[in-house]
């Protein structure tokens, strides 16, 4: 019997949620530590937030909670990352 | 009549989910044309591909097309990052 045939396809969904929502915390400390993020693209995170706005928008209509939970804590933390990422590329590079 | 009762869920999911895929091709785009992918923290970029890996397999057990198709579009992109950070941080700073 194979691995997947034993754990729920809601398992591998839960998991699936919480790992590509919980990616961005290492993202948001390396930046918060580094104080910069000038590798990261703003085009993305400006994408991938009106993305999660659309994924937030269709949880509620579908009352997909999970969606809805996961989608909310993957914007705050892209958010932040992108606050993070437009104060320190004000700041002058020699600082 | 608000905007979110005239357009279907249906259309708010696909807009999130090509949003939400074609926003690494930007940082794909940013990272092959400097060549340096420092700021991009690569403990994000391996949780995201694992869950990715996991909403893969989510979606074949549930024949979710949609998911899965979004999803091998959002692992290539996130490899072909992920080789390229490895590649730039492995050449001489000085280069």
């Not at 993070?84 to 590079?93: C, D, E, F, V």
């Amino acid at each position: 019997m194979r691995i997947d045939q034993l754990i729920s396809p809601d398992t591998f969904g839960f998991i699936a949620a919480a790992l590509t929502t919980i990616a961005f915390l290492p993202q948001l400390i390396r930046t918060w530590r580094t104080k910069k993020a000038e590798d990261v693209s703003i085009v993305m995170l400006f994408m991938f937030i009106t993305g999660l706005l659309f994924w937030i928008v269709y949880a509620i209509q579908t009352n997909a909670l999970p969606v809805l939970i996961a989608n909310i804590v993957t914007l705050i933390l892209n958010m932040t990352i992108l606050t993070l990422k437009l104060i320190y590329g004000r700041q002058p590079k020699s600082a």
